[in-house]
């Protein structure tokens, strides 16, 4: 395996960040003993960049490229967004309706699995209609409380290390 270079991030399956390497997962580090990769960092993850600075804290996150493109919101390096629960408002649904139908046949069933449970002789449970009809659109309200769902693409977990030390890169 080629020499890294300073600050190159990797996924890593082990259950240990090897040598010359350190976790992702917002740790603050001495610039005493870190100055080249305090020079490429700054305090971009942390840090009060005297004597610390953070590095990059991948826990919980995917990693997502720097920058803007045609139709997408500009990222800074750095910057944190989404969420791991999201609360939809009424506005965010997609527009949609619920039909509910009624008729005039018989609640006479004992077992009723699709069917209205038995009334008992001489109650009604409707109206006498010859047909079946719509009720009104009040019939069914709104519903969904304002919690939050899981807002989480399946994932398998891996660290991302970060090197410590290699070869200092160069700008073009």
Not at 128 to 155: C, E, F, K, V, W
Request: hydrophobic share 35%; aromatic share 8%.
């Amino acid at each position: 395996m080629s020499e890294p270079f300073v600050g190159e991030i990797r996924m890593f399956a082990g259950n240990f960040a090897p040598r010359g390497w350190a976790y992702c997962d917002g740790q603050l580090l001495a610039v005493s003993q870190n100055d080249a990769l305090f020079s490429l960092l700054g305090t971009i993850y942390g840090g009060d960049g005297r004597t610390t600075f953070g590095l990059p804290d991948m826990r919980g996150r995917i990693p997502l490229h720097a920058g803007t493109g045609p139709g997408l919101s500009p990222r800074r390096l750095g910057s944190k967004s989404g969420s791991e629960k999201e609360t939809l408002t009424v506005n965010q649904l997609a527009s949609h309706s619920h039909g509910f139908n009624a008729n005039t046949g018989l609640a006479d069933q004992t077992s009723p699995a699709t069917h209205v449970p038995a009334a008992g002789a001489g109650v009604s449970f409707y109206a006498d209609a010859s047909q079946d009809i719509s009720m009104a659109q009040d019939m069914i309200s709104n519903s969904g409380g304002s919690r939050s769902h899981t807002n989480l693409m399946p994932t398998i977990c891996v660290h991302f290390i970060i090197a410590l030390y290699g070869v200092y890169p160069s700008r073009h």
